[in-house]
């Protein structure tokens, strides 16, 4: 579970920083910081099932 956490942090951070760098250099529309919370979740969802197959 704790790993899921970290993935789904790693996640943003890569998300949020592609993005920031897309807004400055292709000026696409601003990214709402609410949608964080979900994409956080999308990641998390995104990884749980590889983990739970390699812990088993």
């Known amino acids: 579970m704790v790993q899921a ?3 789904g942090l790693g996640g943003v951070l890569v998300f949020t920083s ?3 760098s ?5 000026h ?3 990214f709402q910081p609410t949608w964080i ?3 956080f979740w999308a990641f998390f969802i995104l990884r749980t099932p590889f983990l739970l ?4």
């Open 5 to 7: 956490l970290l993935w």
């Open 18 to 20: 592609a993005w920031g």
């Open 22 to 26: 897309l807004e400055t250099f292709v």
């Open 37 to 39: 919370y979900s994409v």
């Open 28 to 30: 696409i529309r601003h």
């Open 53 to 56: 197959r390699k812990y088993r």
